[in-house]
């Protein structure tokens, strides 16, 4: 099974998506994880899409379909798409990609959480700039407070956390990726789950429909 998860920057994809990937087997792929991996590194196209990213804008398709591609094309195990797609264009070309392996999207799961939650969900969160943990100073805070527990060094927030980029992050997704809804909905695929609730209970809502 292929599934897609969808909703707000900070709703919760990302932690579902790992509990998903540890009790299910599903291999988790992540935009945001390959465009971090691709920053890190310092390459061409890691420079490209940081501006982006810093910005709060979406990275140009043609900039990661590929490295999607390469990414699934040898994948035989049920794969879980974070972060993309986020328009109805990259729906579109992601089916095809996927018809090329004989794959389809099975299930879409969206979720639903409001704005001001968003909000204070992203703009809480502090990384490691050692060991990539993250923290978040309202439910999930250092010991200390300003330091990580693991590495001792001093938390960082990322550009595309601060309040002013999150809330440009929300309006992009209400005008390009909020149509999506409409679109896996007329394919009866579409399921909404509850992201306010804790993240077991949101857990189950999802196990409960695969």
Excluded: W
Excluded at 45 to 72: A, M, Q
Excluded at 104 to 114: G, Q
């Amino acid at each position: 099974m292929n599934i897609v998860l969808l909703g707000y920057p900070g709703s919760g994809k990302g932690t579902q998506a790992k509990l998903l990937s540890k009790r299910k087997n599903f291999i988790h792929i992540s935009t945001g994880d390959l465009f971090r991996e691709e920053i890190s590194k310092g390459s061409e196209l890691g420079k490209k899409v940081s501006s982006y990213i810093s910005s709060g804008k979406l990275v140009p398709d043609d900039l990661f379909l590929n490295v999607i591609r390469e990414k699934i094309k040898d994948i035989k195990d049920n794969i879980l798409f974070d972060g993309f797609p986020r328009t109805v264009e990259q729906a579109e070309r992601l089916e095809d990609m996927l018809g090329e392996f004989s794959k389809t999207i099975d299930k879409v799961f969206f979720f639903e959480v409001n704005e001001a939650e968003v909000i204070k969900r992203i703009s809480s969160r502090r990384n490691c700039p050692k060991c990539g943990k993250i923290y978040n100073l309202v439910t999930e805070p250092p010991k200390d407070g300003v330091l990580c527990d693991i590495c001792k060094v001093k938390l960082v927030q990322r550009d595309d956390d601060k309040e002013d980029v999150v809330k440009n992050r929300i309006e992009v997704y209400k005008d390009l990726t909020a149509p999506l809804i409409s679109y896996y909905r007329t394919q009866g695929i579409f399921v909404i789950i509850d992201a306010t609730k804790n993240v077991e209970e949101v857990y189950s809502q999802i196990v409960s429909n695969l």
